[in-house]
């Protein structure tokens, strides 16, 4: 029987290292594959379509939201980005589980949008150590640096609305946790298990 797969939606303040974590775990497992969001901006140099992006005009995008082409989708600056519905739930249903990379405002969209989805938010090992990781970048004034902490304060507020939570002290074991979540919600007993008991009682009779 094929199992429909599993939607992860993994969230938390910038400078946490959410990007970083999935990255690690795609390397090491097959099991799971990463949404490719539409934007309504420009591809930049090495960007490939439908790797990177679904590259769209605001018209199109505009257009596909008013169907209810979207799982979420925001206004970023002049742009918009979003995760097309059809394509995530099409690989849902041939069994593949899926990972979100979203912003908190897009994870409570897609909360009510797809309620089974599975909520993970990745903390950093304290405010210090992200406060670090941040000015590493050597990109941030101290005004962009305030305003990125009463952020990262405000979302992780929000951390209740999750299922789990890893904090990423370091990269490994956080990657790992990831990947204990992806197989502990693949055993998980859902409604499909009926369909499953069948299978073994008819195999039986």
């Known amino acids: ?28 497992t097959q099991e799971i594959e990463i949404s490719v969001s539409v934007t309504t901006r420009e591809s930049r140099r090495g960007e490939v379509e439908g790797v990177n ?11 596909m939201a008013e169907e209810g082409g979207f799982l979420e989708y925001a206004r970023v600056y002049d742009h918009y980005y979003g995760t097309p519905k059809e394509p995530v739930l099409k690989a849902l249903d041939r069994g593949e589980n899926i990972i979100l990379e979203i912003d908190i405002q897009g994870a409570l969209q897609v909360k009510k949008s797809y309620p089974e989805a599975i909520f993970v938010f990745i903390l950093p090992p304290s405010m210090a150590e992200l406060r670090q990781r941040i000015v590493s970048r050597g990109s941030e004034t101290e005004e962009a ?3 990125r902490f009463a952020s990262a ?53």
């Open 1 to 28: 029987m094929l199992r429909k797969g599993n939607l992860f939606v993994i969230s938390g303040p910038s400078g946490a290292g959410k990007g970083t974590i999935i990255r690690e775990v795609l390397k090491s």
């Open 53 to 63: 992006y679904y590259f769209k005009s605001r018209e199109d995008f505009e257009k």
């Open 145 to 147: 640096l305030k305003l």
């Open 153 to 205: 304060l405000e979302e992780i507020s929000y951390i209740e609305k999750y299922d789990y939570y890893i904090i990423n002290d370091t990269l490994t074991a956080s990657a790992r946790c990831l990947e204990a979540v992806i197989m502990a919600e693949r055993c998980r007993i859902k409604k499909d298990v009926t369909e499953l008991i069948e299978n073994f009682k008819e195999e039986l009779e």
